[in-house]
């Protein structure tokens, strides 16, 4: 059954927003600290890095074809690995760029995909709706509430 194109837009504008909130005004020492294993900076590349491929699929599922990416979970880990490599030396200021531009590019996906390209049924691992980023917001807004050292 085909996603609702409208709902979906909205789950992804919801998802950043509050993303955005969490994140908005972290000082320099908060932006560098380790939030579950990575940088808050290295959590919204990766979040970046899942907007982009996501975007694709949509595109190339609507075009017709199948899947590039219904990949095991060690074949996930392995991906976001190689992002997180590949991105974390990027500054936060190219990140909040990064995160702003793949959302739009989803965002832009969703808004062109065909009846085949809301269908959630013809996606792998970067699947058409997802929870990803509410749990990393999570993770973040878990570190904003802790009380200071």
């Known amino acids: 059954m085909p996603e609702d194109r409208d709902q979906l837009s909205r789950h992804y504008l919801a998802s950043r927003r509050e993303l955005l909130a969490v994140i908005r005004d972290l000082t320099e020492e908060q932006r560098a600290a380790v939030v579950d294993g990575w940088a808050v900076g290295d959590h919204l590349s990766h979040i970046v890095a899942w907007d982009e491929l996501r975007a694709s699929e949509i595109g190339r599922i609507s075009a017709g074809f199948e899947s590039a990416w219904r990949l095991s979970d060690d074949q996930g880990d392995i991906y976001s690995s190689l992002c997180y490599e590949a991105r974390r030396e990027h500054s936060f200021e190219q990140v909040l760029w990064e995160l702003e531009s793949s959302r739009e590019r989803l965002l832009d996906a969703i808004a062109a995909a065909t009846e085949r390209g809301l269908d959630p049924s013809h996606y ?20 904003r509430e802790r009380p200071a050292d």
Do not use: I, N, P
Not at 124 to 143: D, N
């Open 124 to 143: 792998g691992e970067a699947g058409l709706r997802s929870v990803h980023e509410v749990e990393h917001t999570q993770w973040l807004k878990r570190y």
